[in-house]
């Protein structure tokens, strides 16, 4: 796939046995487990995800999704247990410094308007939201 006139994005799935950067940061110089090597400018990886807190969630009841993160609502970290919540790594299969500050807002204004709901007896923005999608026509 082509982004752009020049770049390419290509996955390979080999283990990478080492890799190292030059003191000027231009590249990466990676070697991999077949002894093949390949300088690149960047690389993405996609690491098996370990959840600290199996115990936790396996206690709760709530859902995991099939990378091993926490199963959320996208707007407000809700799981699948309704009035808890997880943000950060645990709960994005994109593991990154803002995507954790992202959910971790979010989820902290999902839980205060869970709280505020129940103790003024009306619907918290999480419910609201799944009311919504429930009656949303469907794309037929």
Do not use: W
């Amino acid at each position: 796939m082509a982004i752009g006139f020049k770049a390419t994005i290509t996955v390979n799935s080999s283990v990478i046995t080492t890799f190292s950067v030059p003191l000027d940061n231009s590249h990466i110089n990676l070697t991999f487990s077949d002894s093949t090597s390949k300088i690149k400018a960047f690389i993405v990886t996609e690491p098996t995800s370990v959840l600290r807190s199996a115990n936790l969630a396996q206690d709760l009841g709530v859902e995991l999704t099939p990378q091993i993160d926490i199963k959320t609502t996208a707007t407000l970290g809700e799981m699948s247990v309704t009035g808890c919540f997880a943000a950060g790594d645990s709960s994005n299969q994109f593991k990154s410094i803002p995507g954790a500050i992202h959910s971790g807002s979010n989820a902290a204004a999902g839980a205060a308007s869970h709280v505020h709901s129940s103790l003024y007896g009306h619907k918290s923005l999480g419910d609201y939201l799944r009311e919504m999608q429930s009656t949303k026509p469907s794309d037929e």
